[in-house]
């Protein structure tokens, strides 16, 4: 439902790509670690985008999408440029669908993960599926 618009407005950051995803009233409500803040209408969310892609666009990994009635729950990892260097987070977003838009999407990430957090996870907490 939301699948391919979300990956391309992740790797493009093209603001054509964030108006064909968001309803024009859209409420972006964000969870990180130790953190919580939202945005509401398109062009506060495209302001965040733009703090967020600043140094680049995302490279989305993997991506799962699983449809509900009310919209759909995506959980995907990623990687972004930040400071010379690349770090890595995972997410899952609720999308709360208004006919093919999201009207509503809360989104809780990981935090970001430098190399060096990267390998430490994957020495002492290897993963059993990917």
């Known amino acids: 439902m939301f699948a391919d618009r979300f990956r391309k407005l992740l790797e493009t ?14 409420l972006l409500d964000v969870n990180v670690p130790t953190w919580r803040f939202q945005r509401k ?10 703090e967020w892609t600043a140094e680049g666009a995302f490279h989305v990994g993997a991506l799962q999408e699983f449809v509900a ?8 990892d990623q990687r ?4 010379g260097g690349e770090v890595y987070s995972r997410q899952i977003h609720l999308l709360m669908a208004d006919g093919d838009k999201v009207a509503r999407h809360v989104m809780y990430c990981t935090g970001l993960w430098d190399a060096e957090t990267e390998a430490r996870q ?5 993963m059993v599926e990917p």
């Open 13 to 26: 950051a093209d603001r054509s790509a964030l108006e064909d995803l968001y309803a024009a009233d859209a």
């Open 41 to 50: 209408g398109i062009e506060a969310i495209a302001a965040q985008y733009a």
């Open 69 to 76: 009635p009310w919209g759909s729950v995506i959980e995907n």
């Open 80 to 83: 972004e440029p930040m400071s």
């Open 122 to 126: 994957k020495a002492e907490a290897p």
